[in-house]
């Protein structure tokens, strides 16, 4: 069973940058998605974006299209990159893959998932 682990979160202020980290292990699949959500307390599990090593990336997240950049650094490594972040995107964010070989949006689609990173944005 892979395990996934995120890292990278912290506290940052309005309009500053960071940049997540996700390592899958124990996958020894070339190909895989590997997705990014987020979720704060009360709402459901949003989809952010989702990569895999043959195809392009997806964004699913409208508010953060022209802010978060996802990308692979390796076959097990994707990172997210933040810009110009908002009070807003304050939330656990998690990383996810799947037995599947295509990315999607929906969080039931993922198999194996890490613990979370938390982001917070102050004003």
């Known amino acids: 069973q892979p395990q996934v682990v995120e890292s990278g979160g912290g506290l940052v202020q309005s309009g500053g940058s960071l940049r997540l980290s996700c390592v899958v292990s124990?996958?020894?699949?070339?190909?895989?998605?590997m997705a990014w959500f987020r979720q704060v307390p009360g709402k459901e599990r949003e989809g952010i974006a989702c990569?895999?090593?043959?195809?392009?990336?997806s964004y699913y997240e409208v508010d953060v299209r022209e802010r978060f950049t996802i990308s692979k650094g390796n076959r097990t490594t994707v990172y997210l990159q933040m810009d110009s972040l908002r009070p807003e995107d304050t939330a656990l964010y998690y990383c996810?893959?799947?037995?599947?070989?295509?990315?999607?949006?929906?969080?039931?689609?993922?198999?194996?998932w890490g613990q979370g990173t938390q982001v917070t944005v102050s004003s």
């Open positions: 996810a893959t799947a037995e599947r070989y295509t990315c999607s949006r929906a969080a039931m689609v993922y198999n194996y």
């Open positions: 124990e996958w020894e699949r070339e190909y895989f998605p």
């Open positions: 990569i895999t090593g043959s195809e392009g990336a």
